[in-house]
């Protein structure tokens, strides 16, 4: 009986397309064929922050790569992030934070550039900006990214907060 169920039960991988760093790729090269995906590391954004409507997402890495994180919950948020900003047909810009070492304050103490109050001051990541036309920030999502685990919730999150910065610049 056992053998004759196992000999009989399809294997339990799930297609290519469901699997998240499936997602994400699939997101940000349609996203690079619109045009609407930059990447960037602390100095590139530093030097030339977006001066225009769109999304920033913070990201676990040294080259802002919506694909490549070293934190779990930027690999669980990513490819969501990647498919709103598709949908809404609004520019993103993926922002490495650098090495663990240096997010974490291990190697920089508290000096991390986007940490600082007077800066950004980001607590965590993946961290959400939406900027407006001006290039300020009209809203944001970090630890609610940082926190929700389902990704369904989690688009319904960001599609919340895109929505509602569309509206009100209407």
Known sequence: ?????????????????????????????ALQEKSLLTSTDVAGYAADAPKEKRMVVFTANQDGSPIESWCPDCRRALPV???????????????????????????????????????????????????????????????????????VAMRAKIDELVASALAAEA
């Open 1 to 29: 009986f056992w053998l004759k169920l196992l000999v009989q039960t399809p294997p339990l991988l799930e297609p290519t397309a469901c699997r998240p760093g499936a997602m994400a790729e699939a997101a940000a090269k």
């Open 81 to 151: 992030v990647l498919e709103s900003a598709l949908a809404a047909s609004v520019a993103l810009t993926v922002v490495g934070v650098g090495e663990r070492d240096d997010w974490k304050l291990d190697a920089r103490g508290g000096d991390h550039p986007f940490r600082a109050k007077d800066g950004l001051a980001l607590t965590g990541v993946p961290t959400l900006l939406l900027l407006g036309p001006d290039g300020r920030e009209v809203a944001r999502l970090g630890s609610e990214l940082e926190d929700e685990e389902d990704p």
